[in-house]
Structures are given as structure tokens and as C-alpha cells.
């Protein structure tokens, strides 16, 4: 089992373990749209090794391996590893922690982090790990999601709880969600864990995510998240019905036909390790 060290990170983990079961049904058909922009931005080919990191259920190494790379994923949550196990049991999948990545050095051509780094107490720490156990050449990328002025999808959630959320809540305190959402605060950040900030790829993406009921947003965030899920899980229940409301309200703008189609947009980050 993974020792997690501070609150943040055990908070994180208690979650994952609780949602991992909903998280394919709930959101895979958001997350999983991002990775042919990260797996293209990080040049995955044939026959390179390849770290998926915060794996999940384990999309990342599937789409790696379809390129005929060697993918292994990684993940703290125990019950997201049996899941990644069962949908994709060719591939490698290990318990451990982003933060304290449990290979030797120079072991892979590629880290990959599908939405990982922002669930993370330390970013800086997976990043440097990143660094270290990538060969000289190798490459890092990663996704997050843009910040709500970017990301329509984000700024109904975020409205809907600056409206009416009370934030003084008793729940555990992570870094900033945004911490590498700024272009040049990224690099810098990168640059000051062993990386060429000079080769940095910080694209744009924005997807369509297809939900079928003005409540789905709210619900998936609640049921199957985990940071948010906290917070809303301490509101009173006026409170809770009132982001409920607003975060509907949001999505209806959406509508179409008899589905909601929410533009949902994230950063696709790529660096390299210079040889
Ligand atoms: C939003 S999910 C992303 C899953 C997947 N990468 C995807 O593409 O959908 C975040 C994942 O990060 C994992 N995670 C969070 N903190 C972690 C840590 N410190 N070390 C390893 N995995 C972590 C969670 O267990 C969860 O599976």
C-alpha cells in the first residue's frame, strides 16, 4: 500500500478510492478526449517506454500501447489499479505515488499525466520525479484544466460555488488547482525541476462533452469528484441545492437538442529532459 505523507494527499486518497468505481462511467467520455492531443504533442512512437502517471483506469497506457509503445501505469488509489487491471489486463499497472514515483532513474522515453498534477499535494515534487526517472531525450506532458475564463464548462462549477458556497469550510487545503495554467509560471516551474524551458509545448484544447441532463455536471462533481466533491459535501443543504440550481442553470445554456453539449477546455503540457 502507498504511505501517503501529509492531509491533503491522504483527503485526495480517501477520495479516490471512494469514487474510483463511478469515474469510467462519469467522466471518461471528458478526460480520455484529451489524450490524442497530449500522446501527439509528446511524440509517442513505437517500441518507447512509457510512464502513465496518475493513471486511473488506465486510458493513457491503452492509447500508448494501441502506437505499439510499452506503456505502465501508476496510480496510489489500489481500487483504481484492479480497475485499470481488469479493462486492460496486457498492460502493466502499479500501486505508488506520483510524488515518489517507485522506479530507478532513466527508466522510460515518456512521462505522461492525464489530469493528475492538480490533485497533487506537491506538483513540484511529481515534476521533478518526472525528471528523474525520464532518459536523457526523454520527454514530459501532462493536462489541466484551464482556468475558468478559458473553460466555459469550469466556470459554471466555479459561479455556481463563489455564488453560493460557504469557502470557510473544514476541508483540507491543496495548492492552487491553476498552478501551471499560466503559461510563463509553468515553464519557470518546470525549468526549476532539471527541464529545457525553452522546448515547452502549452497548447489549448477545448472538447465538447456530451451530457445528457442539465444535472450531470453538478452530480458527476459531487458523486465522482473529489476536491469539489469535499467541499459541496460541507455545505448545508440550502447551499447545496442552491449550486445545484445555479450549476444547471449553466449547462442548460448548452442545450442541444435533447442533450447538453459543454465546451470544456485544458492545457496540454509537454517538456523535455535535454540529452
Ligand atoms: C482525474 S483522475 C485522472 C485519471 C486518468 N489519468 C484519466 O486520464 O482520466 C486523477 C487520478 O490521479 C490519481 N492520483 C491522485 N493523486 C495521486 C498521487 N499522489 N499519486 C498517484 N496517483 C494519484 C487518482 O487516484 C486518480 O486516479
Redesign the pocket.
Known sequence: M?R?EDEF?RF??EG??RV?DN?DSV??SL??Q??PYLIDAAQIAPAMSVL?????????SAAARQLGAIPTG????SE?VAIANRIFPEIDFIE????KLPFADASFDRVL????L????RPEK?CSEAFCVLRAGGKFGF?IWAEPRENPGGKIVNDAIEAHADLNVDVPQGPSKFAYAEKEECRKALQRNGFDGGSMIFQTRCVEWNVPTPRYLFEAERDAG?RTAGLLARQTSDRLDAIMRATEDGVRHYAKGDRFVIPMAAHVIVVSKNS
Open positions: 502507498t501517503i494527499a485526495e486518497h479516490w478510492q474510483a469515474y467522466w471518461s478526460t480520455r484529451f489524450i502513465d502517471v496518475a493513471c486511473g483506469p488506465g486510458y493513457v501508476v496510480d496510489f488509489s483504481m505508488g505515488d506520483a510524488q499525466m492525464n489530469f493528475g492538480l490533485h497533487l499535494s511529481a493536462t473529489v
